[in-house]
């Protein structure tokens, strides 16, 4: 291995292990976790959203690197379990995009868990369907859904 090489990954390691220490060290909370499409704000998210639906993930399936610190779960399966917006029904194969995977990320995104219940909102793009944002599938979030959805002007 080449000096230049072996510097640059010894550089790598300390600046991982300074970040974990430094972490331990002076009580610095790792980033909050957040679901994915956070960085898309709801009314933006409901105004592109043809599907929003209760969901259950059912299999991330497997994921294909975008970039670096991201990653694109292309062939992820949910069951609808109800709808509010759009068509669906039955289980879906989705894209989800997650942001923010980075050592340090001072946005980290949430790896969605099989067997959870989400609210998503889903851009179809042919046959093609990509959640750009999940949020918590409780009373706040579906309020707050609720009253986007009434703040967008119906189309003619």
Request: charged share 20%; net charge neutral.
């Amino acid at each position: 291995m080449n000096l230049h090489r072996r510097s640059l990954i010894s550089s790598f390691i300390a600046g991982c292990i300074a970040l974990s220490c430094g972490t331990l060290l002076h009580g610095d909370s790792p980033p909050p976790s957040v679901l994915p499409g956070s960085i898309v704000t709801l009314e933006q998210a409901v105004s592109q959203a043809e599907i929003i639906l209760i969901g259950q993930v059912k299999d991330m399936g497997l994921t294909n690197p975008d970039g670096p610190g991201n990653a694109d779960f292309g062939d992820a399966k949910i069951e609808t379990i109800k709808v509010l917006k759009g068509r669906a029904s039955g289980t879906l194969t989705v894209a989800i995009l997650i942001w923010g995977l980075e050592i340090g990320s001072h946005h980290v995104e949430k790896i969605p868990a099989s067997g959870e219940t989400y609210l998503f909102l889903i851009k179809s793009e042919g046959s093609f369907k990509r959640v750009i944002k999940m949020l918590p599938n409780d009373d706040a979030s579906l309020k707050a859904v609720a009253e986007a959805m009434n703040a967008i002007p119906a189309k003619k």
